[in-house]
C-alpha cells in the first residue's frame, strides 16, 4: 500500500508540473542589426626624378611619377596637384635663389597640362589603381649654378 501511495504522490508531483509547464505565457520581440560602412581612400606617391642637366640652356628633359590610390569599390573621386611649394606663375624648382621651370601632364603626350586647377577623376575599385604624372623641364631655360634643384607637390584625394 505504501509502494502505491508513493506512486501516487510521483504521479501527483508530475501531473502539477505539468500543468504549470501548459500555463506558462512567453513573449517576443525582434531587433534590427545594422552598421553603416563609409567609403575610404588612400593616396601614395612616387618621387620624381629627372636626368642630370649641365649649365646652360635646357632641352626637354623628361620624368615620370606615379599616384597610387585605392578607394573603396563604387566611389568617385577626384586627384589634384597642388602649384608646388615654389610656385611664381608657373612650378619652378628651386636652389636658393636660382629657378628651374617645369610642367606636369596628364596624359604621355605632355599635352595635357596638370595645372593645379585640374583635377583627374576616377571610381574605385577597392584596390590599388595607378595614375602615371608626367614631368617635362622645357627646352629654352639658361641654367645657370649647378646643384640640386627640388620642389613639392602635394597629392590629394577627394571623395
Known amino acids: 500500500m505504501k509502494m502505491k501511495r508513493g506512486l501516487l504522490m510521483v504521479a501527483a ?14 513573449g517576443t520581440a525582434s ?3 545594422s552598421v553603416q560602412v563609409l ?13 642630370s642637366i649641365t649649365t646652360g640652356t635646357t632641352t626637354n628633359t623628361d620624368a615620370t611619377s606615379t599616384l597610387t590610390v585605392n578607394c573603396s569599390s563604387g566611389t568617385p573621386f577626384t586627384i589634384a596637384l597642388g602649384n608646388g611649394s ?7 624648382m628651386t636652389n ?12 604621355s603626350g605632355r599635352s595635357s597640362q596638370w595645372s593645379g586647377a585640374t583635377v583627374v577623376s576616377g571610381t574605385g575599385s577597392g584596390s590599388d589603381q595607378n595614375f602615371t604624372i608626367y614631368g617635362r623641364v622645357p627646352s629654352g631655360q639658361s641654367v645657370l ?15
Open 86 to 92: 615654389n610656385y611664381s606663375g608657373g612650378r619652378r
Open 13 to 26: 508531483t508530475a501531473s502539477i508540473s505539468l500543468s504549470s509547464a501548459a500555463l506558462a505565457a512567453s
Open 145 to 159: 649654378y649647378a646643384g640640386n634643384y627640388s620642389d613639392t607637390i602635394i597629392a590629394t584625394v577627394t571623395y
Open 39 to 51: 567609403a575610404s581612400c588612400s593616396i601614395s606617391a612616387s618621387n620624381m626624378s629627372f636626368a
Open 31 to 33: 531587433f534590427d542589426v
Open 96 to 107: 636658393g635663389t636660382t629657378n628651374i621651370n617645369y610642367y606636369l601632364y596628364s596624359d
